[in-house]
């Protein structure tokens, strides 16, 4: 079939696989050239299919020629309707690293449940005795609690007071102001519940209690601090709760690991275009106003960069430099002092009309279809695909 873009609001109803399969392709070819010296042998990836898990689980696999097992919670395709990009980015990875004599199997479906824990506890236990590394990139709206059955809500929602700011609507280029007004306490509850750290610390109690983690073993989850400018949204709101849920969880998590000598890290990332942060109001202008002052700059990074650049440069270096509070920082270029001058700068001024000007909005957009396979260069979308495209250890 042909496929194109069917988009509602922030989110895209189809996808490509050809394009999809590009995105790999080119993140596999980006890693290759920049190999990580006594990196992770055998990788587990929870949240694996787009975004900072899948570049994790490419940076693994292609950087130290690791085995890797990656979960997550994508939609297979039927006849005439696309699968979720994920799928076709695990199907594309998985079959070109079979043909690079890579260990890759997967597992689809809801990683918060008892069952696909046991499931990913047996894959390991048959295929590859233990893991070194286990990556934590589970971004998700709803999670449903394994032992109570009770199922919680996250929401984006700033704590106490109405916070009011601009924000764009990228696909019309409209910038506009809104309200949001605060949440409760029990959106704040459920939102940890969703995003904090339990079912990381779960994972691993199940994870440990297998025999399944190896000596020196290291796990890491991802968290994001931001500037001023989105706090009230983001660090100081209900999500914000839920990252220093997660990050308090890593020191639990390390105690509970003492006598195999391992130790779990909050990663605090840069802001990037994925399906999880297209949703968050407020911060598709600032990702936009940071990507125009970043790419002047010539730090510009995408997921790929940055996970390269975490695995080389902290994780697998010699020194592990970590902030005041523990976390590993590669949101370190987006947060220097000239960037966000200079954005918060931009962010008084922008409009409906010199954003296109003074921001990134081409940018933004392209990075919100190229997560879908729309727009990637080299790919004809005027020839006919196939939509039914199989991961082969999932057949
Ligand atoms: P993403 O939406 O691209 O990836 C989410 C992944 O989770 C996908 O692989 C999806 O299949 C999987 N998933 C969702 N629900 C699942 C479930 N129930 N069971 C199994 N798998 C499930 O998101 P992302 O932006 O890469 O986010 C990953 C982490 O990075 C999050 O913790 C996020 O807060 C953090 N982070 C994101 C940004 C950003 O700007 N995007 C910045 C810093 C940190
Ligand atoms: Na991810």
């Known amino acids: 079939m042909i496929i194109e873009p069917k988009t509602r609001g922030f989110i895209c109803l189809t996808s490509h696989p050809k394009g999809c399969e590009q995105n790999v392709l080119n993140q596999i070819n980006y890693v290759k050239e920049r190999p ?34 990656g979960a997550f919670f994508e939609k297979s395709p039927s006849e005439g309707r696309p699968a979720s990009p994920g799928w076709y980015n695990s ?13 890759a199997k997967s597992i689809n479906g809801d990683a918060f449940s008892n069952e696909i824990k046991v499931q990913t506890i047996d894959l390991i236990k048959a295929d590859l005795g233990e893991i070194d590394l286990l990556i934590y990139s589970l971004a998700s709206p709803v999670r449903t609690h394994p032992d109570t059955g ?14 009011t700011d601009n924000t764009v609507d990228f696909h019309t280029g409209e910038v506009k102001e809104i309200s949001i007004s605060p949440c409760t306490e029990d959106d704040i509850k459920n939102t940890v519940n969703v995003m904090g750290g339990e079912d990381w610390q779960m994972w691993i109690d199940q994870l440990k209690s297998a025999g399944v983690l190896s000596k020196d073993f290291k796990t890491v989850a991802y968290s994001y601090i931001g500037p ?5 949204v983001y660090r100081k709101g209900t999500i914000g709760r839920a990252k220093d849920h997660l990050e308090a969880t890593a020191f639990k998590i390390t105690d509970a690991l003492k006598d195999i000598d391992g130790k779990a890290y909050v990663s605090v990332n840069k802001a990037l275009v994925t ?39 902290r994780l697998y270096a010699e020194n592990l430099e970590v902030d005041e509070a523990g976390r590993i920082r590669i949101d370190d270029w987006e947060m220097r002092e000239d960037v966000q001058t200079k954005v918060l700068e931009l962010w008084k001024q922008a409009t409906t009309k010199n ?9 933004y957009e392209t990075d ?22 199989s991961i082969p250890s999932l057949q």
């Open 36 to 69: 990580v010296k006594n990196g992770p042998k055998k990788v587990l990836v929870i949240g694996a299919s787009t975004g900072f898990g899948l570049a994790s689980r490419i940076t693994a696999a292609y950087g130290s020629k690791a085995a890797t097992i």
């Open 91 to 103: 199907a594309a990875f998985e079959a070109q690293a079979h043909k690079d004599g890579l260990y």
């Open 150 to 163: 009770e199922r919680f809500k996250s929401v984006l929602k700033p704590i106490g007071n109405t916070f």
């Open 228 to 232: 001023s400018l989105t706090e009230a």
């Open 275 to 313: 399906q999880a942060s297209s949703a968050i109001p407020v911060i598709p202008l600032y990702i936009s106003l940071l990507y125009k002052v970043m790419k002047e700059q010539g730090i510009h990074e995408g997921c790929i960069e940055q996970i390269e650049r975490l695995f080389n440069a």
């Open 355 to 363: 954003l296109p000007e003074i921001g990134d909005l081409k940018g």
């Open 368 to 389: 919100f279809y190229n997560l879908f396979g729309f727009k990637v260069q080299g790919v004809d979308y005027d020839k006919d695909v196939n939509e039914m495209v």
